[in-house]
């Protein structure tokens, strides 16, 4: 899988593709659909959270990475998940 600087970037594009050719050929589930949304709102919440917390810590260089590093999670998560299927 992508490594390096242009990984979150690649994993990002993996995961978008993989999606919209599932829902092309009428094979994207209803509950991956759905987790399409809320997974958004859930990684969007917790960057806040961390971006809060390292602001309040650290300043907002360690605010950012902080937030960076939540949206990587969530995509790699994601990028392994669809990958399996």
């Known amino acids: 899988m992508a490594s390096g600087s242009d990984g979150p970037a690649l994993d990002v594009q993996q995961v ?3 999606r919209v ?3 092309m ?3 994207l589930s ?3 659909a759905r987790r ?3 997974e958004k709102q859930t990684a969007y919440t917790t ?3 961390a971006g809060t917390y390292a602001l309040l810590t650290g300043g907002p ?3 950012s990475l902080e937030m960076i590093k939540v949206y990587r999670r969530a995509v ?3 990028c392994d998940r669809l990958s399996a299927e």
């Open 16 to 18: 978008m593709t993989t």
């Open 21 to 23: 050719l599932r829902m």
């Open 25 to 27: 050929a009428g094979e």
């Open 30 to 32: 209803e509950p991956e």
């Open 36 to 38: 399409m949304v809320t």
């Open 47 to 49: 960057a806040q959270m």
């Open 61 to 63: 260089v360690e605010a």
């Open 76 to 78: 790699r998560a994601n």
